[in-house]
């Protein structure tokens, strides 16, 4: 299953960057962005609902890095603390990607590594879609249905 038609997204969120007080910005590579519907790509920005039903329209930046070649690269910034989001360092992230209207919004669930939640994310993942790893020094385990 291609990632651009699976509703269901989750990445380790790793370090995380941006304000060391917020960490809210994760990185994905051109192909695990592809998950992120066209119309939020190319205005880069998307809408997270937090699961207290929050809506924050938050910056998706293409973000291309020449690491010895040339890296597509993509930065989402969350909700912060301060906004009412969740701490994500070292958590797993979940989106949801939600139809409304003719647009989408992305529901956001985090969680911690081991818990009953990330491991039926990941299960579910291994059955109905695909998993795998990010590339780097410091691989982060992500997987979408």
């Known amino acids: 299953m291609p990632i651009h038609t699976a509703t269901q997204f989750w990445i380790e969120a790793g370090q995380m960057s941006g ?5 809210h910005q994760i990185e994905f590579s051109n ?12 205005a880069e920005v998307v809408t997270i609902r937090l699961p207290n039903g929050t809506m924050h329209v938050r910056p ?6 020449d690491y010895g070649q040339w890296t597509e690269q993509w930065r989402l ?3 912060t603390v301060n906004m ?7 958590r797993v992230i979940l989106f949801r990607r939600v139809a409304i209207g003719g647009s989408y919004i992305y529901d956001l669930e985090v969680e911690n590594v081991g818990s009953a939640a990330a491991n039926g994310w990941r299960n579910h993942a291994q059955a109905h879609g695909e998993v795998g790893t990010t590339g ?3 691989g982060r385990d992500f997987g979408w249905w």
């Open 60 to 65: 998706l930046t293409y973000r291309g890095t």
């Open 136 to 138: 780097g020094p410091n």
């Open 19 to 23: 304000d060391p007080h917020h960490r």
């Open 77 to 79: 910034g969350l909700p």
């Open 84 to 90: 009412g989001g969740p701490a994500y360092a070292g």
């Open 31 to 42: 192909d695990l962005a592809q998950f992120f519907d066209n119309n939020s790509r190319a």
